[in-house]
């Protein structure tokens, strides 16, 4: 079933590149064209603070046992998926439903930049800590309890927020220096909405899972 959810979402994913809602978003996952169909602002193409993707900066030591476990999750290291990493956390059945809910939502254009922008976001954050000295320990959280952690790390009062997330799990110089890479490769229009998709598909984890006291953000 893993197999089919995989080989499914692929080819759903290659099918927005053929055909590119866009021309002048040559590169997959670049939707620059797109910038009036949701709020910006200057945090990489956000509004700042809660009206965004981010939330709020988090200073501290990164939860590197998380972030170890959630690469593990999405698959080799270096080819991270998002959706491999959904299937650990919840099954195929909550996968397949999510991608389906995420692009009746957002349209396939906008859902297939997230795929390809996610996945980008968590290969480039293992390269810059690792070129930083950070040493990643063995992997030990799976399935559920890699997901509820994960959701944990990105609540701001029960709210919760991806650039949040990524500062816990990864640190915010880090979590910073991959949002720069995305805007030069993606454009600050695929940046926000890489944020804004994950805002609405962990809240929706969060509440496949039990965890229906987590808020939604504006941003999403």
Do not use: C, W
């Amino acid at each position: 079933m893993l197999k089919r959810t995989l080989a499914a979402f692929a080819a759903f994913a290659l099918a927005g590149f053929a055909m590119p809602a866009f021309a002048q978003d040559t590169i997959p996952g670049n939707i620059q064209s797109m910038a009036s169909a949701f709020p910006s602002g200057p945090d990489h193409g956000m509004p700042e603070g809660t009206a965004g993707g981010d939330g709020a900066i988090y200073g501290g030591a990164p939860n590197l046992q998380v972030a170890s476990s959630l690469v593990a999750a999405g698959g080799p290291l270096g080819s991270f998926s998002i959706v491999a990493a959904l299937t650990d956390f919840a099954g195929p059945a909550v996968a397949n439903a999510e991608v389906a809910k995420l692009t009746k939502q957002y349209g396939q254009t906008r859902v297939t930049s997230y795929v390809i922008v996610q996945n980008f976001a968590v290969n480039d954050a293992v390269r810059v800590a690792t070129a930083a000295g950070v040493t990643f320990p063995a992997a030990q959280l799976h399935g559920a309890a890699l997901a509820k952690q994960v959701v944990t790390l990105g609540l701001i009062n029960g709210t919760y927020y991806e650039g949040f997330m990524l500062d816990h799990v990864v640190s915010s110089k880090v979590h910073m220096a991959v949002m720069d890479d995305i805007d030069a490769k993606f454009g600050t229009v695929a940046d926000a909405n890489y944020h804004l998709i994950s805002n609405q598909a962990h809240y929706d984890l969060a509440q496949a899972l039990g965890a229906t006291t987590v808020k939604l953000a504006a941003y999403h």
